[in-house]
Nanobody, 119 residues
Framework: QVQLVESGGGSVQAGGSLKLSCAAS????????MAWYRQAPGKQREMVSSIRPDGITRYVDSAQGRFTISRDNAKNTLYLQMNSLKTEDTAVYYC?????????????WGQGTQVNVSS
């Protein structure tokens, strides 16, 4: 079955960096688009960044210029390099894959990794 396992979360001071990883298995990694979402306490889940199989990327405005999404198809792993972190980046970060047009959302989700940014 499809599995997505996030890692790399933790606690960091504002201005610091973290690199999240999402190890994927159970599907053909290279043909599916992938994305990072986050959900802060009391807020709706939002998409942070996405990457298509052809490498085209998208970012939410608040992440543009600070975060970089990438994928290693040989390792079946998705990454999110986060620099210049701000307290408002504190959230649980999820990776997702395989867009479902019928659902209007990604079909598979990881369990999430917590990112805490302190001032």
């Amino acid at each position: 079955q499809v599995q997505l396992v996030e890692s790399g979360g933790g606690s960091v001071q504002a201005g610091g960096s973290l690199k999240l990883s999402c190890a994927a298995s159970g599907f053909i990694f290279s043909v599916c688009g992938m994305a990072w979402y986050r959900q802060a306490p009391g807020k709706q889940r939002e998409m942070v960044s996405s990457i298509r199989p052809d490498g085209i990327t998208r970012y939410v405005d608040s992440a543009q210029g600070r975060f970089t999404i990438s994928r290693d198809n040989a390792k079946n792993t998705l990454y999110l390099q986060m620099n210049s972190l701000k307290t408002e980046d504190t959230a649980v970060y999820y990776c997702a894959t395989c867009w479902s047009a019928s659902r209007g959302s990604y079909k598979y989700w990881g369990q999430g990794t917590q990112v805490n940014v302190s001032s």
